[in-house]
Structure formats: C-alpha cells, structure tokens
C-alpha cells in the first residue's frame, strides 16, 4: 500500500502513518474517493495548539429511534406553521420516521401508498419540510439529495460515514472540536465557520471476499 506523505497544507507527522488502501470512483461531482486507514493517533498542530484526533471515534449504525418524533407532534408542527396536514404530508413524515437514514424523493415516493399522490407532490413536500426546518438534506456525492428528520430545536449537524459499495449509512457520534475551527478560521482570517463533511469508505462486510 502507498504511504501518504505529510504536507504543509495538510500538516499530518509521518508518525500517523496514513496509507491508501483503496480508491473507488463516485461520480463526476466527487472524482476518486481515498479510503484512509490509520493506526496511531494522529495530532495537527495550529500555531502554538496542538489538537489530538482519536483513530477510533464512536460511531452507531441508525436506528429506528435516532430522533423520532411521534407522528402527532410531526403534524402539530406543521399546523403551528399554518400548514395543512394533507395526505401525502402526513404519508411522507410516516415513511421518514420509519426509516431512520437519510432517503431520496424517489426513494420517499417508492415507499407511499399506492396513488396517493406523484413525483412531483413528493418534490414540492420535501422542499417545503426543508424551509420549515423539519428535514435536513444531506449530498453523497451520487448526485441525489438525500433527507432525514430533524427534531424540534435540533440543527441536524451531524456527519456520515458512506460505503461506496453498498451505500450503508452510519452516523458519526462525535464532531471535530470547536477549537479546531477557531484555529482554521484565525489561520485564514475568517470568522463565524462552520463545516459541513462526509467521509466515504468501504464496510466491514463489503471488505468480506
């Protein structure tokens, strides 16, 4: 396997011993995706801090009660909006607390109930969840915008973890420390960041021969 070697606009130490062990194509939005492998722990210095990343940082696969939210209290949230409760609202919210991972709309639209309303409902739906706040859309990188629920008084940042064989989902428990978006933004002058990131692998059952 290739080793990576630290640069000083990705100031990793060659102690961390990143090595390539595979890479698969994703699309044209997102070229070849690396698929990292590390075994000690890795530490970036900013300056004069120095920030530790753990090499094995808590992770859980969905379940079906990662933030759900009764059906009654989906509606509600929607009549408090001054939003009607119309069939195919009341049949998306349904199919999106019964699959506690990120969905497509036409993944949304395969899972209603037969003629309860088309492509395009399902569409106009999802983009008026998005506005209220209800869903969060995510991109992994195939070019379909994905969506999930998002509690009442939650911003929905969290981050994945997609195999590129599969497209199993995890969720990533843990975030990057706030410190070290402070240090990224004084390094470059800016203020007020955030981050926005995905990470793409292969599972421990598509790794199987």
């Known amino acids: 396997m290739a080793q990576l070697q630290p640069s000083r ?22 070229g070849r995706a690396i698929v ?9 210095n900013f300056g004069s801090r120095r920030l530790l990343l753990l090499p ?8 079906k009660t990662t933030r759900q939210e009764p059906l009654a209290h989906l509606t509600s949230r929607l009549r408090k909006r001054s939003r009607r ?3 195919p609202r009341q049949a998306i919210l349904e199919i999106l607390r019964q699959h506690a991972h990120p969905l497509t709309n036409k993944e949304i639209f395969a899972a209603m109930p037969k003629r309860n309303c088309d492509l395009a409902t399902v569409y106009r739906a999802m983009h008026l969840l998005e506005e209220m706040g209800m869903v969060k859309r995510f991109h992994f ?6 969506f999930e629920l998002v509690s009442e008084g939650d911003d929905g940042h969290h981050h994945h973890l997609v195999c590129v064989r599969c497209s199993q989902i995890v ?6 420390p706030h410190e070290l978006e402070e240090a990224i933004a004084a390094r470059n002058g800016f203020k007020a960041i955030t981050h926005k990131l995905e990470f793409f692998g292969v599972c421990p059952r598509c790794q199987s021969p």
């Open 9 to 30: 606009r990705f100031p990793f130490p060659a102690s961390a011993r990143w090595t390539k062990s595979s890479a698969t194509r994703l699309g044209p939005r997102c």
């Open 36 to 44: 990292l492998t590390f075994y000690r722990d890795v530490s970036i």
């Open 56 to 63: 094995s940082m808590k992770t859980h696969l969905y379940s």
């Open 85 to 87: 409760v119309t069939g």
């Open 141 to 146: 990188g195939d070019g379909a915008a994905r």
């Open 171 to 176: 969720e990533i428990e843990d975030c990057f």
